[in-house]
């Protein structure tokens, strides 16, 4: 029965109720409503008696359809998707700007690509190390494809210092370099933490001393504050976040839902054509 008709049948049997309290189970033929009785009567107005009545038809109801109340749940988490997905679609709009030019973003791919992916990761989320091919995938199989990569450190204390350390480097990094640190931050094996971006600064022989120090300096602080600033205007609940067009896509859902997108957004300019 649809949710519609089930929950109107219910209605009409608590309003006889409401209409004829004390003879509901004994009349047989309905008398014609006086015009004090043709409006609902407000629920203050039930005694303890009729409230128990209307309450004990209604759970039985529901009791004998639990497909009812189903379809309510579906409703209501229906509607909250469409709530939400609205909320997110005015945020990704005034925030446009920040999630494709700030200065503080990770570029990869081709800087003037007529397309930009934005991710937001975190250097110890293991969907963003599996998502990590498909990105660099991505990149090397479409030559116009843009990447935004935004630090967003949710996993705790050793994120945070890892996301600190990689936006420092980028001030001793260029071009591709940049891109290779972030790869192998993101495939070490074990927690990512300070200590260990330190070692890939070393690594690719960055000065150690210089990324200690920028790491606490206000080009970075200016990073992450912006960076959890848009996750929180976004919504985003997890890494990884993927931002292409009109769309955000949560989580790693492998490379051709990412692909289509790109390819949607670049044939007319929305994420589904």
Do not use: W
């Amino acid at each position: 029965m649809p949710l519609f008709r089930s929950l109107l049948s219910a209605t009409i049997l608590a309003g006889s109720l409401a209409v004829a309290p004390g003879a509901a189970f004994a009349q047989t033929t309905p008398a014609q409503p006086t015009p004090s009785q043709a409006a609902p009567a407000p629920a203050a107005a039930f005694s303890d008696a009729q409230r128990q009545a209307i309450e004990a038809i209604i759970k039985d109801y529901l009791v004998k359809n639990p497909d009812v109340l189903q379809e309510a749940i579906a409703e209501g988490e229906r509607r909250q998707q469409e709530t939400q997905k609205l909320a997110q679609s005015a945020a990704l709009k005034e925030a446009r700007e920040a999630l494709i030019n700030s200065p503080h973003g990770v570029v990869a791919g081709n800087p003037s690509g007529d397309v930009t992916l934005v991710e937001f990761f975190d250097y110890n989320c293991g969907y963003c190390r599996k998502a990590l091919a498909d990105i660099q995938a991505l990149i090397k199989g479409d030559p116009k494809l843009r990447v935004v990569l935004k630090d967003f450190p949710v996993l705790g204390a050793e994120s945070l210092e890892a996301s600190k350390i990689a936006l420092a480097a980028k001030q001793q990094l260029k071009g591709d370099k940049v891109f290779e640190f972030h790869t192998r931050l993101l495939e070490s094996k074990g927690r990512v933490n300070g200590e260990r971006a330190l070692a890939v600064g070393k690594e690719m022989g960055l000065d150690v001393a210089r990324l200690t120090k920028d790491a606490q300096g206000p080009e970075v602080k200016a990073a992450l504050s912006e960076n959890v600033g848009l996750g929180d205007k976004l919504g985003l609940s997890g890494t990884p976040a993927f931002i292409i067009g009109d769309e955000i896509i949560p989580g790693a859902v492998g490379i051709e839902p990412i692909r289509k997108t790109i390819n949607d957004v670049r044939q007319c300019g929305h994420a589904s054509c």
